[in-house]
């Protein structure tokens, strides 16, 4: 079992940006592919990005391409979720998760979760 923990989430005015990473315990991290999502309050969990286990191939939704990227660094066993060009619609608490599979866009393809890192973007 993966355990992963997110961080670098905030508060940030609307055009700014932040990245987050997540670290992942365990020595077959790079085995798996990785995914963000995210949740706004009121609205069921939504993709966002992943990247599968070498980092060769990345995927987004369309929402954010040209303004997210999502990179790994096996070696040190962490995921990351560059975000920049905020918008307000992009507040939501982020959510790193882990699958076998590379390139996974729903949530069911996915079997270990972090807690999560709430970003908020101000207008």
């Known amino acids: 079992q993966v355990q992963l923990v997110e961080s670098g989430g905030g508060l940030v005015q609307a055009g700014g940006s932040l990245r987050l990473s997540c670290a992942a315990s365990?020595?077959?991290?790079?085995?798996?592919?990785m995914g963000w999502f995210r949740q706004a309050l009121g609205k069921e969990r939504e993709f966002v990005a992943a990247?599968?286990?070498?980092?060769?191939?990345?995927y987004y939704v369309d929402s954010v391409k040209g303004r997210f990227t999502i990179s790994r660094d096996n070696a040190k066993n962490t995921v990351y979720l560059q975000m920049t060009s905020l918008k307000p619609e992009d507040t939501a608490v982020y959510y790193c998760?882990?699958?076998?599979?590379?390139?996974?866009?729903?949530?069911?393809?996915?079997?270990?979760w972090g807690q999560g890192t709430q970003v908020t973007v101000s207008s």
């Open positions: 998760a882990v699958s076998s599979y590379g390139g996974i866009r729903h949530a069911s393809g996915y079997h270990s």
């Open positions: 365990g020595r077959t991290f790079s085995s798996y592919g």
């Open positions: 990247i599968t286990w070498s980092g060769d191939s990345t």
